[in-house]
């Protein structure tokens, strides 16, 4: 018995496209919910609330005293201050010169002991070979080996390296560790090799602050790296500032520590939604009434700048990034005026673009504080609201073809 | 003057190496490249004005409301140059844009900028406003800071409008 063809005339195109839509639709609404206050309350499975950095500032003050007093050398420790603590993030960092002793002010969220770390330390680096009279091998002194007193010292130290470059490498076990890897400016490469090759199989030693990390020499090794202990992300870049935020040429100690009053505004995180709701709203409704601009770009403006702050706040809430809220509102703002410019304005959008692309970099790698912050945010959004104009035109084509 | 000098000393060789080469940056970059696009001389001029004038004001601002009104300038007040130069820039862009666009068309001449010129300004004034003003109201620990952010971008606005009429004769 013959069965009857079953003829399906369906074109697959439309209904793909309405299931496309749908999704889309969804990620969108989705997004928005994520972005709204107090859905943790509401959705128990996953963390959706805002990771706010207010709570957590700290704001101290530190008094470093040091052995050489001249103003150059009170300036350029100021300086490796500076670096190490703005290359650690701290937020706001700001040095005086009084009385003869450097005084820190710091305000920031990262870890207390970090941050003190970097402002304790000389970190004197030296490498020193054994010296012929004393026993390494004393059982009543295993720490011999350790003690820069027991050491001599070479001519060699940290200001014949370029730099010094921590990363992963693997070990004789065939595991992974992090090694410390000095780099020699190149005119000095060849006296280098020169000098480890008279130790060649030889424990020799680098000191740093008294404290000596032993390294066998190999001269079939084409790095001269040396072990770190630690693994935590943290600690390393802490060890990557001590080591190239220049070499402090003075002993240095903290005279005293004090707390200070932590005075970063806050904002509440219900006051910001509501403020970028009536904000858009307003501004919205004024471009309605005032006709100004053609409903098909007012549409797209309006669906790109909810979809820019909503993906924007969304990725902040899942990826539980930090932020400082009082920023969070200025963010607002301008992502809301460049979404609208950018939307209406096609004869201008790349002189825009350009423009607030080599501001905001500059701002970043000069700028200092929240301003480096605010700026390094800008420039996300900026490209959030230009991906998401993008999308909006796409989403409100394909709504109107169904 | 004094504000200035105390604040000065008290910035690292770093910091004010970084800083001068940042003013550099946006006062030479950005009217350079003005240049380079419109290849007209007066648009350099003043979108180099308008950021001259735009950081000269806004200190002077916050020197006034340090000296006069006796207000520490905290941390949210540093953002004011940012948002003020945020701004700033959204014009020189729109003027630009404007510009490249348009300057080969047969009828064009210079009064046309001046033109888009106040509907740019006048749209930037609106939209700065409602949402300022909106932010402000609903988040009151801000609100001088942000008050103040919304006076000088107005000011700047209009200056570069200004500007525009008085060199783009």
Redesign the interface.
Known sequence: MKLPKLKLNMNVKPLLNYILIIVVTALFIASIFIALPLTEKYVSKATYNLNTKDKAYWSQEFIVSTEETDAKSL?DL??I???RLKGFGVE?V???VENDKIRIDV?TTQDKDLVKELISNKFEVKIVTRKSDVNFDDSNNTYAYMLGTNYDATQWDRSDFRNVYITKLKTSNGDYANFAIFKLWPAGEEKFKKFLLQYNGISIGIDIDGFVTPHVVDNTSQIFAIPISSDDPQQLKVMSLLYNSGIVKTNLKIDSQKDLDV??????YI??T??IL??IV??YF?LFI?K?TSSEILLKSLLATTLTISLYLAFLKIFQIPVDT??L??E???A???T??IA?????????????L??LA??IF??????SI??QD?LILTALSKLCLVISAWYINKVKKI | MEIIINLFN?W????KV??L??IL??LI??PG?VWI?TKQAKLAHISFDTLVIAGLLTLITLLITNQFFNI?I???Y??I???V???T??C???????Y???HKQREFDMTKVKNEAFNDAF??T???I???T??AL??P??LLP?LL?LGLSLVIIWINYLLVCKLLK
Do not use: H, W
Not at chain 2, 12 to 15: I, L, M, N, Q, S
């Open positions: 300036n100021r300086n201050f500076y670096k706001e700001s040095t005086y305000t005075n970063v505004p806050t904002v509440n006051q910001i509501l403020g009536v904000a307003v501004l004024y005032s100004t009082f920023m509102s200025i607002a703002i301008l809301i005026m460049v609208r410019i209406e304005g096609k004869d201008s959008v790349f002189y825009i673009e350009l423009f607030l080599i501001v500059s701002v000069l700028g200092n504080g929240f301003i605010i700026a800008m | 008290n690292t060789t770093f910091e970084n800083t080469i940042l940056i946006i970059v950005i490249l696009f520490a905290s941390y949210t540093k953002l140059p940012f948002i130069f945020f701004i820039i959204l020189i862009g729109t003027m630009t844009g404007f490249m666009q348009n749209r930037l609106i939209s700065c409602l949402l300022f909106a932010f609903l988040t620990s801000i942000v952010s």
